[in-house]
């Protein structure tokens, strides 16, 4: 294995950029242990991070707190290998060369932390199912 190749880059774009693309991005740094490079960003960012995706991924012993919702630019979306939009629609830059997936979520705005743990829980398996298609080699343990 090659240690002198650049990691992955993924960005996770949403709307708002206050809950599920900052679930996501919790979530692929927590169990990409670093391997890969994440950002998240919004078309029009909220104010701050919703309170229950916050509590939701608490529950998983995820801290979010001290995230905050950032504008999408097209720099970001140029430095990243892999972008995943979750509802932002033709507000998204759109570069040629870039892998590009939407996934088709439930916005958690406005929801309890009981409408909120689903959405957590589908960010989960398709964030667990993207580390496995970005870092291959190192999920070849059972055989």
Not at 77 to 96: K, W
Not at 130 to 138: K, N
Request: hydrophobic share 40%; glycine share 6%.
């Amino acid at each position: 294995m090659s240690t002198e190749t650049t990691k992955p880059s993924v960005l996770f774009v949403c709307v708002h950029n206050a809950g599920r693309s900052q679930m996501a991005a919790a979530y692929l740094t927590h169990l990409s242990q670093g391997r890969i490079e994440v950002r998240s960003a919004g078309s029009a960012p909220a104010d701050s991070v919703n309170p229950a995706a916050v509590e939701a991924m608490a529950e998983e012993g995820i801290d979010m707190s001290a995230e905050t919702p950032k504008i999408l630019t097209d720099e970001a979306v140029q430095d990243s290998d892999v972008v995943i939009t979750m509802g932002c629609g033709d507000a998204c830059p759109f570069f040629p060369g870039k892998r590009y997936e939407d996934w088709k979520l439930d916005d958690p705005a406005g929801q309890g932390i009981e409408a909120v743990r689903p959405i957590r829980d589908d960010i989960k398996g398709r964030i667990q199912q993207l580390i496995a298609e970005l870092l291959p080699a190192e999920h070849t343990t059972t055989k």
